[in-house]
């Protein structure tokens, strides 16, 4: 299995690189105001506005340092939601030292034994050179509150419609 | 302790207020004692002779009731006789009638007796039941006596009552039994008498003694006494006795008594009046007042009737309580065999004695407050006048022992505090113009403040006129010493000037002729100086040259700047391409593995692209660093050469300054050789000067060897001046007039 790494404040995570549509470089980004802190804003995404997530401050309320390899994950919603149309909806994760993708076979990945209520979205735990790689679920990352927030439903219905 | 004036002040003050109560309070107590005494004398007296003539009153009462009683019975007994003569004959039936008699010796209870007849009434039991003999009851109805017919039995005499007009008299009851002889064989007194033919008196013994019985004998026609009748008074006078008796009363509890002295009343209470009368009865009974009771008794017949007795007694109404005190007066009145007596508590008598009393301890203790009060006021009192006559004289003798220990500056400030504390010292300085108003301590205080204030200003003026002769003594000896040094130095100098100027004299020769060489010396300096100046020429063209130079090299330093700048660029822009092959390396390992199998090599191609990608960043990393550190080396080399120029520019100022410098020194030398020429005349003119010079002063030094003797003698006088004053000082400082 092929896993795109990154990292939170000092430690490794990773997604698997099927979920993922693309990489890019970091763009300017429209502010939400009063959105939650960790919503870094939306931008275009080929056509599409696509709302950005920033992964070090959800996780440790620290914003991502403006890096090189600080980029942007794009994820399609149809991988986290079945019931969602491919290629309509996506969603940006901001994060640091996204330079990497490593190989890993699936038995290498252990639950980690921890379910922390307020991140469910952290996976398995696989040790690696140098250190240990948590995996990110990314179908937990995005709560009920979340979803509401970044991706309205009365707007799908319409856009639906 | 000493004892001091004012303490005597308040001893003799509070004496003389406490002297005279504490006498009054020993007269008091004096005469409360005696008073005391004499009152319960009196009182005693008093209660006594009241007693007594109770007593008495009481006895002369039971005489008159006695020689009434006797009167009447008398006369009672004359009715009697006389109604029996009148009432017929008295005679003895040989008929016999049965009497049932109420006997104490015989079991017999019935007796057969031959009918007594008195006139036409026969004497039976029958006929005289309750039906008395209508001759008594006429003897009764005129006399107010009872009368009772006794039937003689037998020859011995004994008799038995037939007929009686007496109520509820139990020995005088029809069929009542009268033996002659009593229980111990002795004949009766009264059957004796009555057999006689008398008649017979009788006080009863047995009721309370005043029934007083008259027998009488009965005789029949032959003279045969066959009988008697007994005759006695009703209990008229007897009651009257008592209640006249029982009404008296002695003050609250006071009473009277009668005991019996005979029979079976011996010893016992006849009457009594008291509040308790239940309890005086039964305080008969206790041992001790049995006895007292026989003493009373036994003392009474001894001294005789009609004799007052007093006696102080302790009387106990019951035999476990604490007895009374009691006086009673008390005699005999034979007739009956009584002691009447009358007696009171003397403790009712106590509270008098103890009000009189209790009036002389409220005046005692009044005494004692009052004298409290009054020596707490005269403490008070001697306290305050005592400080007034005191307190400045105390005051006084402090000042005058600082006087005396010549501390005057310490007794003027005492004054002063006195004058703020003691009102009397106060009013000394108020009134001071009016001395004819001040009292004794006032004028003491005025006296010593002005003698203070005369000695301190005496002594401030000797201590001041001493400080100044010392001042000036030390003054006159300092100049003189000061004088002497003078000329000492004077002399010095003079010595030292003529050896300078001998010396002077000599120096001017070698002076010339170290002249001439430094002429010689100046010359070739002027030529010394041009060649410098020359060589200082050639070194000022050099310095411009390398001034020059160096702003070319800081030219070029700042184009090797821009160079670096560029390059900068260059590799920023590598760097990005490194950034974005990266990128697509990413998504590209990315899509290839969304292809599954089909992406494998592609991903291989991927991974290949990323490390290129890695090894360009790595070394456009390198050429930054080196770019960064090139370009810190190129500053510091600017910074280097701009401080080089000016130091370079710096020296060719000096350079030159020092060139002109030269040239005013060639020009110096030049002038110096005529004025040489001149010194060198000068000095040869010195030299015979100097040598003038040392002679005169070689006079002065003598001179001054003089004066200086002199001022020695000077000084000697002012020391001892100094040594005299110095006395008076240490005398005077005794006195201290200031802090």
């Known amino acids: 299995m092929l896993v795109l790494t990154f990292r939170i404040a000092e430690y490794s995570y990773a997604l698997k690189a099927m979920l993922v549509a693309e990489v890019v470089p970091p763009a300017?980004?429209?502010?939400?105001?009063?959105?939650?802190?960790y919503v870094k804003g939306i931008f275009n995404y080929r056509g599409t506005i696509t709302p950005v997530v920033d992964l070090s401050m959800l996780a440790t309320d620290a914003p991502c340092k403006s890096m090189m390899s600080t980029r942007v994950i794009i994820l399609d919603l149809a991988d986290l939601d079945s019931?969602?149309?491919?290629?309509?909806?996506?969603?940006?994760l901001l994060a640091e030292n996204i330079t990497e993708t490593?190989?890993?076979?699936?038995?290498?990945?252990?639950s980690s034994g921890l379910e922390i209520p307020d991140a469910p979205w952290l996976g398995k735990v696989a040790r690696v050179d140098g250190g240990m790689l948590q995996l990110i679920e990314p179908g937990k990352l995005l709560s009920d509150e979340l979803r509401m927030v970044l991706f309205p439903k009365e707007d799908m219905v319409q856009v639906d419609g | 302790m000493r004892f001091s004036l004012r303490r005597k002040i308040m001893t003799i003050a509070c004496g003389a207020a406490i002297v005279p109560i504490v006498v009054m309070l020993v007269l008091t107590s004096v005469l409360e004692t005696r008073l005391?005494?004499?009152?319960?004398?009196e009182i005693r007296a008093l209660i006594k002779s009241h007693i007594s003539q109770v007593t008495s009153d009481l006895y002369e009462q039971c005489q008159s009731a006695n020689e009434l009683l006797t009167l009447e019975t008398e006369r009672a007994l004359m009715v009697f006789n006389t109604l029996f003569e009148d009432g017929g004959e008295i005679r003895v039936?040989?008929?016999?009638?049965?009497?049932?008699?109420?006997n104490s010796r015989s079991d017999k209870a019935t007796l057969g007796l031959p009918i007594l007849m008195i006139g036409n009434y026969s004497m039976t039991s029958a006929k005289r039941k309750n039906n008395p003999l209508p001759l008594?009851?006429?003897?009764f109805s005129i006399s107010g006596a009872y009368g009772t017919i006794y039937q003689r039995v037998n020859i011995e005499g004994d008799m038995v009552v037939v007929d009686s007009t007496t109520v509820g008299n139990e020995k005088m009851a029809p069929g009542v039994m009268f033996y002659s002889l009593d229980n111990k064989g002795q004949r009766n007194s009264v059957i004796d008498g009555v057999l006689a033919g008398g008649t017979v008196y009788e006080h009863e013994d047995g009721d309370d003694g005043i029934r007083y019985v008259a027998f009488h004998p009965l005789r029949d026609g032959s003279g045969l006494i066959v009988g008697m009748f007994a005759v006695y008074m009703q209990d008229d006078i007897s009651e009257n006795l008592h209640d006249s008796i029982l009404k008296t009363s002695i003050n609250k509890s006071g009473f009277v008594w009668v005991l019996g002295t005979k029979g079976v009343n011996r010893g016992k209470y006849i009457m009594s009046r008291s509040n308790n009368l239940k309890a005086e009865k039964a305080s008969q009974v206790t041992d001790a007042n049995k006895d007292l009771i026989f003493q009373i008794i036994v003392k009474a017949i001894r001294v005789g009737e009609g004799k007052l007795i007093s006696k102080e007694y302790e009387w106990k109404l019951a035999p476990d309580e604490a007895g009374r005190m009691k006086l009673s007066v008390y005699t005999y009145f034979e007739p009956w065999g009584w002691v009447i007596g009358s007696g009171v508590y003397l403790d009712e008598y106590n509270g008098v004695k103890a009000r009189l009393t209790g009036t002389m301890a409220e005046l005692g203790k009044w005494l004692g407050l009052a004298g409290f009060v009054l020596f707490v006021i005269t403490l008070i009192v001697s306290f305050y006048v005592s400080g007034l006559i005191a307190n400045p004289i105390s005051h006084m003798v402090g000042i005058a022992k600082m006087i005396a220990s010549g501390n005057i500056f310490d007794a003027k400030k005492s004054i002063k505090m006195v004058e703020k504390v003691c009102p009397n010292a106060r009013k000394a300085v108020r009134n001071v113009h009016k001395q004819e108003n001040l009292d004794e301590t006032g004028l003491l205080f005025l006296s010593v403040r002005d003698m203070v204030d005369?000695?301190?200003s005496l002594i401030g003026q000797v201590q001041r006129s001493g400080i100044q002769v010392t001042t000036s003594s030390t003054e006159i000896a300092a100049s003189a010493h000061q004088l002497g040094a003078t000329v000492g130095q004077q002399a010095a100098a003079t010595n030292q000037i003529s050896a300078t100027s001998s010396e002077i004299s000599a120096n001017s020769g070698e002076l010339a002729v170290t002249m001439g060489v430094v002429n010689d010396s100046a010359s070739s300096m002027a030529s010394l100086a041009q060649d410098g100046q020359d060589g200082l020429k050639t070194m000022i063209r050099i310095m411009e040259e390398l001034s020059d130079s160096t702003s070319s090299i800081t030219d070029k330093l700042s184009c090797i700047n821009d160079k670096a700048n560029s390059i900068e660029g260059i590799v920023s822009t590598i760097t990005k391409v490194a950034d974005r092959t990266n990128l697509l390396s990413l998504n590209a390992a990315i899509e290839a593995e969304k292809a599954g199998k089909f992406g494998q090599?592609?991903?291989?191609v991927a991974g290949e692209i990323r490390r290129l990608a890695d090894q360009t960043s790595v070394a456009a990393l390198e050429i930054e660093n080196m770019i960064g550190n090139m370009r810190v080396a190129v500053d510091s080399g600017v910074v280097e050469m701009d401080s080089f120029a000016s130091d370079v520019r710096h020296g060719a100022d000096k350079a030159s300054k020092l060139g002109k410098k030269l040239d005013g020194i060639m020009r110096g030398v030049r002038d110096l050789n005529p004025r040489i020429e001149q010194v060198n005349d000068g000095m040869s003119a010195q030299a015979q000067g100097a040598e003038q010079i040392s002679d005169a002063m070689v006079q002065l030094s003598d001179t001054a060897t003089h004066t200086s003797e002199a001022l020695g003698e000077f000084n000697r006088a002012a020391t001892q001046l100094n040594e005299a004053v110095q006395g008076l000082r240490s005398e005077v400082t005794r006195f201290k007039v200031s802090e």
Request: aromatic letters at 8%; zero cysteines.
């Open chain 1, 28 to 37: 300017i980004y429209k502010e939400l105001p009063r959105s939650p802190e």
């Open chain 1, 83 to 92: 019931s969602e149309p491919r290629g309509e909806k996506f969603l940006g």
């Open chain 1, 102 to 110: 490593i190989s890993i076979v699936d038995s290498d990945f252990e």
């Open chain 2, 36 to 41: 005391a005494d004499s009152v319960a004398t």
């Open chain 2, 93 to 102: 039936l040989e008929k016999e009638s049965v009497w049932t008699t109420i």
């Open chain 2, 136 to 139: 008594l009851a006429e003897a």
């Open chain 2, 454 to 456: 005369s000695l301190s």
């Open chain 2, 601 to 604: 090599g592609f991903s291989v």
